[in-house]
């Protein structure tokens, strides 16, 4: 078990691997203090930024077993199985092919993409045009609609985790990020996701989150939430105020399975015979249009004003940079911002044929190579990330007791 990572700490200027495991020699041992000491300087930041992306939740899947949280892979198959034959048929007069990325297999065989947000991006095209007959633009209107709702399920999946260890790397990461200083801004979490996972996360903790809703029914969305903070009201007093340690604000950039929109606004759900229309930014070329909107742009608002402060940090995980308007911010925030930490943690971040943006990679590991020791690049696993992070916070007497208790309710099911 290893991990590759790149500073500008390393002499080589190239990606060095780092055995995980206690086999490490004097060599290996120099590498795993250049990776904690680079981890420090994000914990140790006034203001720490987690951007997450469905790597992140990918980390629920079993190796070789069954899927839980869906690669955008797996929404293409999802899709696909729903009518194969309407499937093929709407690649075919969107001409898909034309515009998919190709390459050839080790037989000379050439491979063709399953790109959902490309598919629904032509979709959307032929739709605007009208260019097709009045048959194929109905068909064309309810493959996609059925591909949204598929999407929405398939996406729904938290509920299907019984086993409390499948939480571990969830909730290590908000334990350890999540508690702040009092000198130090709540954790702030940026999420594309659309699953529940950090909600339930934080459930698990006992940590509390601020998500842009308000706490009473219908639970309607009004960002001024993120402007309010909670105090201990038993340990304050006239003259000063006692925030509670273990808040956190949550933005989901691109919407939430839980979110719908009626009449009346946009609210959480809470059942699901409730009426509304999904609130998520589908895959598609239109997502950069609809991120204009509002809850979407209060979201994105909040993160290019949070990542212009001095003294921040961001840790983007599991994020491949294939978000324009997300990576147009973070490369102005390093030309404009020299107190900037950026940390990247992904799967193949250094694979040439990987999934990570190229032109950001490029831009990345030219910056690290002359000098920028402000970016650290880390090939990882969410998993094998977050059991690398220095766990430096005391559990409270409160916690401990939320342990014991949580501890007796898994034994009693």
């Known amino acids: 078990m290893s991990i590759k990572f790149l500073s500008s700490d390393i002499s080589s200027k190239e990606p060095v691997e780092l055995d995980l495991t206690d086999q490490q020699d004097d060599e290996q041992k120099k590498y795993q203090?250049?990776?904690?000491?680079?981890?420090?300087?994000?914990?140790?930041?006034?203001?720490?930024?987690?951007?997450?992306?469905?790597?992140?939740?990918?980390?629920?899947?079993?190796?070789?077993?069954?899927?839980?949280?869906?690669?955008?892979?797996?929404?293409?198959?999802?899709?696909?199985?729903?009518?194969?034959?309407?499937?093929?048929?709407?690649?075919?007069?969107?001409?898909?092919?034309?515009?998919?990325?190709?390459?050839?297999?080790?037989?000379?065989?050439?491979?063709?993409?399953?790109?959902?947000?490309?598919?629904?991006?032509?979709?959307?095209?032929?739709?605007?045009?009208?260019?097709?007959?009045?048959?194929?633009?109905?068909?064309?209107?309810?493959?996609?609609?059925?591909?949204?709702?598929?999407?929405?399920?398939?996406?729904?999946?938290?509920?299907?985790?019984?086993?409390?260890?499948?939480?571990?790397?969830?909730?290590?990461?908000?334990?350890?990020?999540?508690?702040?200083?009092?000198?130090?801004?709540?954790?702030?979490?940026?999420?594309?996701?659309?699953?529940?996972?950090?909600?339930?996360?934080?459930?698990?903790?006992?940590?509390?989150?601020?998500?842009?809703?308000?706490?009473?029914?219908?639970?309607?969305?009004?960002?001024?939430?993120?402007?309010?903070?909670?105090?201990?009201?038993?340990?304050?007093?006239?003259?000063?105020?006692?925030?509670?340690?273990?808040?956190?604000?949550?933005?989901?950039?691109?919407?939430?399975?839980?979110?719908?929109?009626?009449?009346?606004?946009?609210?959480?759900?809470?059942s699901n015979e409730q009426i509304g229309e999904p609130v998520i930014i589908y895959p598609s070329s239109n997502k950069y249009q609809t991120s204009y909107e509002s809850p979407y742009l209060d979201m994105i608002s909040s993160f290019l004003e949070a990542i212009q402060k001095p003294k921040t940090a961001i840790l983007c995980l599991g994020f491949g940079f294939n978000d324009k308007h997300i990576n147009n911010a973070i490369t102005m925030a390093l030309r404009t911002n020299p107190e900037l930490l950026l940390m990247i943690s992904t799967r193949s971040l250094f694979n040439e044929e990987g999934s990570f943006n190229k032109e950001i990679r490029k831009l990345l590991i030219e910056s690290v190579k002359a000098g920028d020791s402000r970016i650290t690049l880390i090939d990882s696993s969410f998993a094998d990330f977050v059991q690398q992070l220095p766990d430096r916070n005391k559990a409270t007497p409160e916690e401990n007791i939320f342990k014991i208790f949580q501890k007796i309710m898994i034994e009693d099911k």
């Not at 842009?212 to 993120?226: A, K, R, T």
Request: charged letters at 25%.
């Open 33 to 270: 203090v250049l990776l904690h000491k680079s981890l420090n300087q994000i914990l140790d930041a006034e203001n720490i930024i987690i951007l997450a992306g469905s790597g992140t939740s990918l980390t629920f899947n079993i190796p070789n077993g069954d899927k839980v949280a869906p690669s955008m892979t797996d929404l293409w198959h999802a899709c696909y199985t729903m009518d194969e034959k309407i499937f093929d048929d709407i690649k075919s007069y969107t001409k898909y092919d034309d515009f998919a990325e190709k390459w050839k297999d080790e037989n000379g065989n050439e491979c063709i993409a399953h790109d959902i947000e490309l598919l629904l991006s032509r979709c959307d095209t032929f739709l605007s045009l009208k260019s097709l007959s009045e048959r194929r633009l109905k068909q064309l209107e309810n493959f996609v609609k059925n591909a949204k709702n598929k999407i929405l399920e398939e996406t729904d999946f938290t509920n299907k985790i019984k086993s409390h260890k499948d939480w571990e790397y969830h909730n290590k990461l908000l334990r350890v990020l999540g508690k702040r200083q009092p000198k130090q801004k709540r954790l702030k979490i940026f999420t594309t996701n659309y699953d529940l996972a950090f909600e339930t996360s934080a459930s698990n903790i006992g940590m509390i989150v601020i998500d842009g809703f308000e706490y009473s029914q219908p639970y309607q969305f009004n960002p001024i939430w993120f402007h309010y903070d909670i105090v201990h009201r038993v340990q304050s007093n006239d003259k000063t105020s006692t925030y509670l340690p273990n808040v956190l604000h949550l933005y989901k950039i691109h919407g939430s399975v839980d979110w719908v929109k009626t009449e009346q606004g946009i609210h959480k759900r809470i």
